[in-house]
């Protein structure tokens, strides 16, 4: 069997993720391939590393993208970081929380986990008291959870962790490209995130950042990293100056990657960080105006992703579908203990803007008018248009 020409339907990606890639991005995905040695495409590596370290806020020589997504990047901080016997704190307050504890006990680690109600942020006076008292060799975290739209602080982490002589391990997949995040400022030494969302790429490569701290923890390993392919020490050779061969990179997505960054800088990261939250101020007055009320409270929730609480009586399942078949638009279901009980919107990197947000409160009106909810015609729209003004 020969399959049909490939033609999938158009979709505006308002999810968690993926997100509607830029067009530029695509447009640099059609340039022709080189090879993964060629002096050409190390240049164009060269330049990736350079403005991903700008993105990032940090001048951490051991900065660049693995081939591969977000959840490997969050593998890979693990396994190079931990050896069997070290201790590592974990806070989970959702589904990647819980990920990260997961990832982190297969090292052979000893793990100490802390649980905070899902929706909610941990009170950093907590963490400070755990890492005092457990002095971990590392202690991870999510900045950013997707699952429940809660943005976790991370002020004076970074440096309690130096003092204590822990390394800080936190998960910006989410956050990098959508708000404020300055790798060095913040005092962290390991930090992952992905391609799709914030940045405006496709799926399938994991930005990481190791601090002097981290590699120098690297270097002291008394055993070999767990996994050969997300050893940090061969990756750096292929990304750093001997060049030596590792994997075939993904040369196309390392375009992408480097075009994407290109937008970002242009646009300026403060700028950038105002447009995601000036879109979520609109989105939010919009969803409330509906009777969607959000999981995370005002301080400390997302800009770039709202999970909001699924209305008594209205259907998870079907209603995302007639979003996606009569208006073509993706919004994701909720995760772990949301699971049928939330929705979560995000507007990330490319998707962030007006048009988005007036899209996916006009189809909302409709689909939750549909299921037997009384909103009133326009009432979305009309609150997004007063926000903006």
């Known amino acids: 069997m020969i399959a049909s020409q490939l033609t999938p339907n158009v979709r505006l990606l308002l999810g968690p993720g993926p997100s509607d890639a830029h067009p530029r991005v695509l447009t640099a995905m059609t340039t022709p391939l080189l090879g993964h040695l060629d002096p050409q495409f190390l240049e164009i590596m060269n ?30 901080c693990f396994v190079n970081l931990l050896e069997p016997g070290d201790s590592v704190v974990v806070c989970a307050k959702g589904f990647f ?20 109600k899902w929706g909610e ?7 400070f008291e755990v890492l005092k008292r457990e002095r971990p060799k590392a202690l ?13 602080s991370l002020e004076g982490l970074g440096d309690l962790c130096r003092e204590l002589g822990t390394l800080l391990i936190v998960d910006c997949v989410t956050s990098l490209g959508c708000t404020p995040l300055k790798l060095d400022e913040l005092g ?21 950042s190791f601090s002097d701290r981290a ?35 993904p040369i196309s997505m390392i375009y992408a990657l480097r075009e994407g960054l290109r937008i970002v800088l242009e646009e300026g990261l403060a700028a950038r960080w105002e447009r995601h939250r000036r ?56 995760l772990g203990d949301f699971k049928g009980k939330a929705w979560r919107i995000g507007l990330m990197g490319y998707n962030s803007k ?19 909810v009384k909103v009133e015609p326009g009432s979305g729209i009309g609150a997004a248009e007063l926000a903006y003004g």
């Not at 403005?51 to 593998?75: C, H, Q």
């Not at 962290?188 to 914030?198: E, N, R, T, V, Y």
């Not at 070999?224 to 990304?239: F, G, H, N, P, R």
């Open 47 to 76: 330049e990736t590393q350079v403005m991903l370290r700008e993105v990032y806020g940090t001048a951490n020589r051991l900065t660049f993208p693995i081939s591969a997504t977000g959840m490997a990047g969050m593998e890979a």
């Open 279 to 334: 879109n979520h101020l609109a989105l939010k007055a919009g969803l409330e105006a509906i009777g969607l009320n959000y999981i995370a409270a005002p301080e400390c929730r997302l800009p770039q992703l709202n999970a909001v609480h699924i209305p008594a009586g209205v259907e998870d399942i079907p209603n995302r579908k007639r979003m996606l078949t009569d208006f073509g638009i993706e919004i994701g279901g909720g």
């Open 215 to 249: 590699v120098a923890a690297l270097k002291a390993r008394k055993t070999k990293v767990q996994s050969w392919y997300l050893d940090m020490t061969a990756i750096e050779s292929y990304w750093g100056g001997d060049r030596s061969y590792h994997h075939t990179a």
């Open 121 to 127: 942020a941990f009170d950093l006076n907590r963490i």
């Open 140 to 152: 991870g975290i999510v900045s950013a959870e997707t699952s429940t739209g809660v943005s976790q």
């Open 354 to 372: 007006p048009s988005s947000v007036f899209q996916v409160l006009a189809a909302l009106e409709m689909v939750l008018r549909g299921a037997g």
């Open 188 to 208: 962290i030494d390991a930090a992952f995130s992905c391609s799709q969302k914030g940045l405006g790429c496709p799926p399938g490569l994991s930005p990481m």
């Open 97 to 116: 929380g819980n990920r990260m504890i997961d990832i982190a006990e297969r090292t052979g680690a000893r793990v100490i986990a802390l649980q905070q």
